[in-house]
């Protein structure tokens, strides 16, 4: 394989016209971080000389610094590490652009513990030395709307009715009403392929203005974590492009359904047989431990999976959201799902996480949960048939502190994810948390003033 330089010269070569290089760093909130690099510097950023403050990737969702994070360390420079396999084209952008993503390392050369894709790396790691390589593909969910508001400040529907209300329904799988929107989502589909991001399926959700469009599977799940990353800003992208606005948040509309990232994960031994493969299709051994420890862990995890105040309004009875840490075969009500396909395919279906989820911290809390149960040998109990909301008492954090002060607490966080990661993630997460609780809303005046 060409080294890094050949590589990022045949792309200079092949898009002659790209005058300017977005260069991405993910921060733990979810939020892109970065610079805009010209054509003539982005050969010092994949020689590492791009740095940026430590800080960087420990911004809230507002987009501030955490004070006490930034005072503490004198906010020092970091080092960029860039990723020649994420340098692409940016097809929307209104100028000819690339861009490219980097991990984090301090002056020494170490990787940062606050940066996601290497702390994903190095559960990717965990499971190599045991022998194993996870296989993971993501759902992503959203909605598509108009780019203005309501007279209310309320975002406004692209499904509407005659007399310009919201449908009732948002005819789920309708092709019809996938034609009606044939024109953004085939430029959405046409960006994915220019950025080689391995579009499955594109389908129309259940609530009116909701989609979801699907990645294959893919045996690297940084990669995998990337390309969801990216897909998620090509349908914003898109979107602007075609004067709409795509939202990946949990729940825009209290009254309809609201946005997941299911994530599905099987494991390959070196040989490249699933592990997981019985050969009937009810699975080994070894997928119930995987399966029990994320059940052993999803409490735990649930802020990696419901990072916002927002996500909590999703998991609502019969909605589709799991309540409570459960398990079964084709069952669409439990929060681990192992999908009926042929038996080579055995894998599980993680059902918790919201599309406002981090991608790269859903990956990580769902491969820190299958370690977990195999390296304890953990038994999960019987698998669940027909509802599991009637079967299994609501049990996971219902409301963001509970799920914080699950997190902050936590063990497992510690030993799967780092000390500094869960101290800096919660610092995150409380400052947030202070600014909403200083946030009084109409409701509150319409019930009490």
Same mark, same amino acid.
């Given at each position: 394989?060409?080294?890094?330089?050949?590589?990022?010269?045949?792309?200079?070569?092949? =898009?002659?016209?790209?005058?300017?290089?977005?260069?991405?760093?993910?921060?733990?909130?979810?939020? *892109?971080?970065?610079?805009?690099?010209?054509?003539?510097?982005?050969?010092?950023?994949?020689?590492?000389?791009?740095?940026?403050?430590?800080?960087?990737?420990?911004?809230?969702?507002?987009?501030?610094?955490?004070?006490?994070?930034?005072?503490?360390?004198?906010?020092?420079?970091?080092?960029?590490?860039?990723?020649?396999? %994420?340098?692409?084209?940016?097809?929307?952008?209104?100028?000819?652009?690339?861009?490219?993503?980097?991990?984090?390392?301090?002056?020494?050369?170490?990787?940062?513990?606050?940066?996601?894709?290497?702390?994903?790396?190095?559960?990717?790691?965990?499971f190599k030395a045991l022998g194993y390589?996870?296989?993971?593909?993501?759902?992503?969910?959203?909605?598509?709307?108009?780019?203005?508001?309501?007279?209310?400040?309320?975002?406004? =529907?692209?499904?509407?009715?005659?007399?310009?209300?919201?449908?009732?329904?948002?005819?789920?799988?309708?092709?019809?009403?996938?034609?009606?929107?044939?024109?953004?989502?085939?430029?959405?589909?046409?960006?994915?392929?220019?950025?080689?991001?391995?579009?499955?399926?594109?389908?129309?959700?259940?609530?009116?203005?909701?989609?979801?469009?699907?990645?294959?599977?893919?045996?690297?799940?940084?990669?995998?974590?990337?390309?969801?990353?990216?897909?998620?800003?090509?349908?914003?992208?898109?979107?602007?492009?075609?004067?709409?606005?795509?939202?990946?948040?949990?729940?825009?509309?209290?009254?309809?359904?609201?946005?997941?990232?299911?994530?599905?994960?099987? *494991?390959?031994?070196?040989?490249?047989?699933?592990?997981?493969?019985?050969?009937?299709?009810?699975? %080994?051994?070894?997928?119930?431990?995987?399966?029990?420890?994320?059940?052993?862990?999803?409490?735990?995890?649930?802020?990696? *999976?419901?990072?916002?105040?927002?996500?909590?309004?999703?998991?609502?009875?019969?909605?589709?959201?799991?309540?409570?840490?459960?398990?079964?075969?084709?069952?669409?009500?439990?929060?681990?799902?192992?999908?009926?396909?042929?038996?080579?395919a055995t894998r599980?279906?993680?059902?918790?996480?919201?599309?406002?989820?981090?991608?790269?911290?859903?990956?990580?809390?769902?491969?820190?949960?299958?370690?977990?149960?195999?390296?304890?040998? *953990?038994?999960?109990?019987?698998?669940?048939?027909?509802?599991?909301?009637?079967?299994?008492?609501?049990?996971?954090?219902?409301?963001?502190?509970?799920?914080?002060?699950?997190?902050?607490?936590?063990?497992?966080?510690?030993?799967?994810?780092?000390?500094?990661?869960?101290?800096?993630?919660?610092?995150?997460?409380?400052?947030?948390?202070?600014?909403?609780?200083?946030?009084?809303?109409?409701?509150?005046?319409?019930?009490?003033?």
């Open positions: 394989m060409a080294d890094s330089g050949e590589r990022l010269q045949a792309f200079l070569d092949a =898009h002659p016209d790209i005058e300017m290089f977005e260069v991405i760093l993910p921060d733990i909130a979810g939020g *892109l971080r970065g610079k805009w690099v010209t054509r003539d510097k982005i050969h010092s950023v994949l020689a590492g000389e791009l740095k940026l403050p430590a800080s960087s990737l420990a911004f809230d969702v507002f987009g501030r610094d955490v004070e006490a994070l930034v005072f503490d360390t004198g906010d020092g420079d970091s080092y960029c590490e860039a990723d020649i396999d %994420t340098l692409v084209p940016v097809p929307w952008a209104s100028r000819p652009t690339g861009q490219i993503m980097v991990s984090m390392r301090d002056p020494e050369g170490t990787p940062s513990p606050l940066d996601t894709r290497f702390l994903l790396q190095g559960l990717i790691d965990r390589t996870p296989v993971t593909a993501s759902e992503m969910e959203f909605y598509l709307l108009k780019d203005k508001d309501d007279d209310l400040g309320r975002p406004m =529907h692209t499904q509407t009715d005659r007399v310009g209300g919201v449908t009732c329904a948002g005819q789920t799988y309708s092709l019809d009403t996938m034609a009606e929107m044939g024109e953004v989502m085939h430029s959405m589909r046409d960006a994915a392929t220019a950025q080689q991001l391995p579009v499955d399926t594109l389908t129309k959700e259940s609530a009116p203005s909701q989609y979801e469009i699907n990645l294959y599977h893919c045996d690297d799940a940084l990669i995998a974590a990337d390309q969801a990353i990216m897909l998620q800003r090509a349908i914003r992208g898109v979107a602007r492009e075609h004067g709409l606005l795509a939202t990946f948040m949990a729940k825009p509309f209290g009254d309809l359904a609201g946005s997941g990232m299911h994530v599905h994960c099987s *494991l390959v031994d070196a040989e490249g047989n699933n592990v997981f493969d019985d050969g009937t299709g009810m699975g %080994t051994p070894l997928l119930r431990q995987a399966i029990a420890g994320c059940m052993a862990a999803m409490s735990d995890s649930m802020l990696l *999976l419901a990072p916002n105040l927002n996500s909590y309004r999703r998991f609502q009875r019969d909605s589709h959201a799991p309540l409570a840490p459960c398990w079964g075969y084709e069952n669409r009500t439990v929060s681990l799902r192992v999908p009926a396909d042929a038996p080579a599980l279906e993680h059902r918790v996480a919201g599309a406002d989820a981090h991608p790269h911290l859903v990956m990580a809390a769902i491969l820190a949960g299958m370690l977990y149960g195999i390296e304890n040998q *953990l038994e999960a109990p019987e698998p669940l048939e027909g509802n599991a909301y009637e079967q299994v008492p609501a049990s996971l954090p219902r409301h963001w502190p509970e799920a914080l002060e699950a997190f902050a607490s936590s063990d497992f966080v510690r030993e799967y994810f780092g000390e500094e990661f869960q101290r800096v993630y919660t610092l995150i997460k409380r400052q947030e948390m202070d600014e909403f609780d200083r946030q009084v809303t109409p409701l509150e005046y319409d019930a009490n003033l």
